[in-house]
Each structure stands twice: as structure tokens, then as C-alpha cells.
């Protein structure tokens, strides 16, 4: 090789001894990343600490994260103590289950319990990287309707807590197809490696029966057009289902509207038919009356239930679960009334703003 091609060589980045190539990471076009893959530094809080605080200080969620709801409300009502042992039904990002395991000042234990294998192992690793290690914290995989079978293994606990809301992360990420805002595969599934995707639900399902999930699940209003127009489109073509399709036949649905109304109103649409999906696919509401069924056998005397609700459907089978169980006296205090997050909770972080929480405390 003469010098003229190996100053070549090593001015592209390889070197003599046959090393790749370095590869620069892809630009994003704007000065800041809106493609959820592009937030590499958000998605790196270990590695770009700052570029997350700053997010957060804005009053956003960073890209594969999520900021737990009313962490001091339900620290304050749990009264956890150390040597206790406690259940966290919903494990997600482990915000709620990192501030619980520090309230044990390493006494006592906490089960963790998720259905997304795919998040739950992060947050173990996560955790496990902050001395949260098996002797402290076990992590289930497993639904929280099943806290039966974790208390055969477990015993009673001392407390409980369930948030109910879906996670930032799976929300932010595409591939999983949580929000209508950004471009993937329909699927909405908690764990996607058991049932079948909001897309092959939607395929299958008639006219009739998507009115009424529509308006059981998340009390839409507009589910007569909306599901007609789902029909219309499944007579045309099989393909699955996306996101992005999925937004735009409720936009076409509800084009009758006056244009000054009908940007915000398929917004809500949107909303409400994710979600409405999202409880069919993952059967949520039969998982919350057998937890909400089985919850007072699985608590010690005196045990403390905190749950988290997001919209009025949860709200509702909570509330009256907690009032007939106290009328029967097998819980001795319920709360009266919903706790809200704070004024400076919502400003801080607008995924706060529907959050309910609702607590029980065994007789």
C-alpha cells in the first residue's frame, strides 16, 4: 500500500489493522429530535442526566421514562415501616416501587408485579443496579389479578399499592402502538407476546359490538360514526390496522362537525378510542375485579390499599368495590373522597392531571 492510500484509508476512519469503520450517528432534521428513536440522550438518563433534568424542569416526560403520580400522597398514607412486607401490583418504570424499597431502609420485603416483559426487566436490572437486589425485591411477571397466587408464596402483606395508569414508556414508544400520535403498528397490548393486537380485534369485531366497547370503555360519544366508519374500512381492505389510520378514519368519521370544533374533538376521540382498545385487548377491567375481589384476602390485619385511577370506568369499580367492602366491615376506613395530585403536580407534569387515588384500610 502506498502512503498516498493509507493516509486515505486512516483519513475515513479505518485503520490499518482492519477496524471497522466508525459510523457517525444520524442527524435529526430541527434543532431537537421528535422521532422517539432519535432522543438518544433521553433515552440514556445514566449517560445525559442534564438533557433529562432539563425535560423534566420543561414539564415533559423524557423518552423512555415515566414521572410517578403522587409519590409523597401515597408514601403519607401507606406509613410504610421497615421489616414490613409489601406488594407493588404495577411495577412500570419502578418510581413508585423505588420510593417504597427506600421506606424499608433494607428490612422487610417488596413483590413487584408487571405484564410487559419487555419494561419490567429493565426496571429489575435498574433497580437491581441501585442495591435493590433479590434479598429486598422480587419481581414477578404476572398479572395483578393473580396476587392470590403471589401470597401463597409471600404471606399477607402489610401494604399494596396498584396505579392503574399505562406507562410513559410504553406510551412514547411507536413500535408498541399506544398513541395515536406517531406512525406503528396497532397493538396496544401490555404484553406482546400473549393475545391478539388492537388491529386483529378490530378486523374481527362487528358494528354493533365496537359501539358498545366504545361507550362501556371510554363512555365515546361519537361511537355510532366511528364505528361505522371502521366497518367501511374493513369491507375495503384486511391489512392491519395502524396508528396513524386508525387517527385519520376518526377524523373522516367525524368530518361532519364544524371545522372550528373538529380538530379538538378527534383529538378526544382518539383519546378515548386507544383507550377503549387498549382495556378490550388487555381484558383490564376483568383484571381489576378480580384484583379488587381478591384484594382484602391477600392484606394483613390493618393492611394499607393506595389505587390509582385514570378515568372514571377504573374510578367507578374502585370506589364501590372500597364502599361495599367497608359497609360489610371488612375494610374499617375507606377514603370519603378522590385524592388529587397537587395544582403544582399537574403544572409540572400534565400526565398527572386525571389521576385519582383512593385508598382502603383492612379491618
Not at 414521572?67 to 407493588?88: A, H, N, T
Request: glycine letters at 8%; hydrophobic letters at 35%.
Amino acid at each position: 500500500m502506498n502512503e498516498t492510500n493509507a493516509g486515505e484509508q486512516l483519513r475515513d476512519g479505518t485503520a490499518q489493522s482492519g477496524q471497522e469503520k466508525h459510523q457517525r450517528r444520524k442527524r435529526y432534521a430541527g434543532t431537537y429530535p421528535k422521532s422517539y428513536k432519535e432522543k438518544y440522550k433521553e433515552l440514556a438518563p445514566e449517560k445525559y442526566g442534564d438533557t433529562v433534568a432539563k425535560v423534566i424542569r420543561k414539564g415533559g416526560t423524557p423518552a423512555g421514562m415515566h414521572i410517578s403520580i403522587m409519590v409523597p400522597e401515597i408514601l403519607d398514607f401507606l406509613q410504610i415501616q421497615p421489616g414490613q412486607r409489601g406488594l407493588d401490583a404495577t411495577l412500570g418504570y419502578g418510581g413508585h416501587t423505588r420510593k417504597m424499597l427506600e421506606c424499608l431502609h433494607g428490612e422487610g420485603h417488596l413483590y413487584a408485579l408487571d405484564v410487559d416483559p419487555i419494561e419490567s426487566e429493565k426496571t429489575r436490572q435498574r433497580l437491581a443496579a441501585l442495591g435493590y437486589g433479590p434479598e429486598i425485591l422480587t419481581v414477578k411477571l404476572e398479572n395483578f389479578a393473580n396476587i392470590d397466587r403471589v401470597a401463597e408464596e409471600a404471606g399477607k402483606f402489610d401494604f399494596v399499592l396498584a396505579d392503574l395508569g399505562v406507562s410513559s414508556m410504553q406510551i412514547d414508544n411507536p413500535d408498541r402502538g399506544f398513541t395515536y400520535k406517531a406512525e406503528g403498528p396497532l397493538d396496544l397490548r401490555m404484553n406482546p407476546q400473549e393475545g391478539i393486537s388492537a388491529s386483529e380485534r378490530l378486523l374481527a369485531i362487528g358494528k354493533e359490538e365496537l359501539q358498545g366497547m366504545l361507550i362501556e370503555n371510554s363512555d365515546e360519544i361519537y361511537a355510532k360514526e366511528i364505528a361505522a366508519k371502521v366497518l367501511q374500512r374493513n369491507r375495503r381492505s384486511k391489512a392491519p390496522w395502524t396508528t396513524t389510520e386508525l387517527y385519520q378514519t376518526i377524523g373522516e368519521a367525524l368530518s361532519f362537525l364544524p371545522g372550528a370544533e373538529q380538530k379538538e374533538a378527534v383529538k378526544k376521540a382518539s383519546q378515548r378510542t386507544f383507550q377503549a382498545l387498549r382495556i378490550d385487548v388487555n381484558h383490564e377491567f376483568e383484571a381489576l375485579y378480580a384484583f379488587l375481589e381478591k384484594l382484602p384476602g391477600v392484606l394483613a390485619p390493618n393492611g394499607r390499599v393506595a389505587i390509582l385511577t385514570f378515568h372514571s370506568g377504573e374510578d367507578r369499580l374502585v370506589k364501590q368495590s372500597f364502599r361495599e367492602l367497608y359497609r360489610d366491615g371488612v375494610y374499617r376506613e375507606i377514603a370519603q373522597s378522590v385524592v388529587r395530585p397537587s395544582r403544582e403536580e399537574c403544572m409540572s407534569n400534565s400526565r398527572a392531571h386525571s389521576t385519582k387515588l383512593r385508598w382502603a384500610i383492612r379491618a
